[in-house]
């Protein structure tokens, strides 16, 4: 899988009905249904991974192990979330395990300052100058690419609640679910990524 490089699209409202059907035929044993999950969850999940991992391939492996990991354990689905929210949860944790095995002593949440500094940049549909706006179309290859690297400046958890909010249009309490903190340490993770975000930016305004 690749990132797309056309604009960022506007997430669709899923049928959280119509998923709690499928969700039954698959833990009544039919492995064809689940493919409804993956495709409509897997392009938001392999761009949420990228944001955090900055690497395409990775990005694409840990992907396929997040589905592989939620056909395995759909039976355990409580619908306390929506599907989408549990697929996150499992991005996550999924990510953490994968940096804990490239660096043992290095929790996720510990990674160095040089590492998060590092160039790589995001997909084109990440980025959040893309669009078709004559404002945004406007604005030069370097000021993209100045805002690409003022995201990636972020440490991960703050990457990945922001990124949830901002672009997965998800809701506090949300985020909250996904990622296993309380929505005060959510909040704090948003205001301290976008103070971050608008001192990088401040000569942009």
Known sequence: MEPERSGRPALKPVDRNIEADILSQVKA?????????VRTYQKRIFRFVYTLVRDPHEADG?????FVKAFRSAGGFKGESTFETWLIRIAINTVRDHERRRRPVVSFSEISRDEEDSD????????PTDGTSP????????IRQRVNKALVSLSPR???????KHFNQKSIPEISKAIGLDEGTIKSHLFRAARKLRELLEDLK
């Open 62 to 66: 840990i992907t396929q192990d997040v």
């Open 120 to 127: 790589g940049p995001l997909p084109r549909s990440l980025d």
């Open 29 to 37: 044993g039919d492995v064809d249904a689940f493919e409804y999950f």
């Open 158 to 164: 703050q990457r990945a609640v922001f990124v949830l």
């Open 135 to 142: 404002e945004k179309e406007a604005l030069s290859r370097e």
